[in-house]
T-cell receptor
Framework: AQTVTQSQPEMSVQEAETVTLSCTYD???????LFWYKQPPSRQMILVIR??????QNATENRFSVNFQKAAKSFSLKISDSQLGDAAMYFC???????????FGKGTSLLVTP | ETGVTQTPRHLVMGMTNKKSLKCEQH?????MYWYKQSAKKPLELMFV???????ENNSVPSRFSPECPNSSHLFLHLHTLQPEDSALYLC?????????????FGPGTRLLVL
């Protein structure tokens, strides 16, 4: 089974600053997909960004970008120009090409201070 | 995000009650999922349906009974639950079941078993 580790239970960032959330995963597969989801207090799980393992180029979505290091099995999320609305739990998730499940980490709680 | 809706949003039930959770997706997807999110634990996949056929059942106790009458609706029937079943139950859907397909989540049902 694949495991996803988020080593930072909590992170804090000032508004307009940049923060990086860490994620590592363990797998023996070569084809898989990685995701970052955001869960605000409303509890809705919202997709932030996704990365296909076969792509070398790091995914970017506006202020959100990833640093995907396949050999190191690392998938960090960088949030630039942080906004108060970015405050939430952030979950890293892994999905294999063949499996049904998203395997989630335990999450990182991001606090954004004015 | 109203692509996936869940009702009720909150539910309190006794251990002898029978209740049902409902999920509806308006995205034209063919696969639907139930996940359980407990405090301090990663999300756990419970069931997967593809074109109304159950394709995954992750050793879930029989007191949880899923039903998928069509590709837009998914139910989770609950009976004789235990207090440790208290959790957030999240429904998700995706276009297909391959790893490339992104899963979109509903807002969840917060369940408390007394």
């Amino acid at each position: 089974a694949q495991t996803v580790t988020q080593s930072q239970p909590e992170m804090s960032v000032q508004e307009a600053e940049t923060v990086t959330l860490s994620c590592t995963y363990d797998t023996s597969e070569s084809d898989y997909y990685l995701f970052w989801y955001k869960q605000p207090p409303s509890r809705q799980m919202i997709l932030v960004i996704r990365q296909e393992a076969y792509k070398q180029q790091n995914a970017t979505e506006n202020r959100f970008s990833v640093n995907f290091q396949k050999a190191a099995k690392s998938f960090s999320l960088k949030i630039s120009d942080s906004q108060l609305g970015d405050a939430a739990m952030y979950f890293c998730a892994y999905r294999s090409e063949a499996g049904y499940a998203l395997n989630f980490g335990k999450g990182t709680s991001l606090l954004v201070t004015p | 995000e109203t692509g996936v809706t869940q009702t009720p949003r909150h539910l309190v039930m006794g251990m002898t009650n029978k209740k049902s959770l409902k999920c509806e997706q308006h995205l034209g997807h063919n696969a639907m999922y139930w996940y359980k999110q407990s405090a301090k634990k990663p999300l756990e996949l419970m069931f997967v349906y593809s074109l109304e056929e159950r394709v995954e059942n992750n050793s879930v106790p029989s007191r949880f009974s899923p039903e998928c009458p069509n590709s837009s609706h998914l139910f989770l029937h609950l009976h004789t639950l235990q207090p440790e079943d208290s959790a957030l139950y999240l429904c998700a859907s995706s276009l297909g079941t391959s790893g490339a397909e992104t899963q979109y989540f509903g807002p969840g049902t917060r369940l408390l078993v007394l």
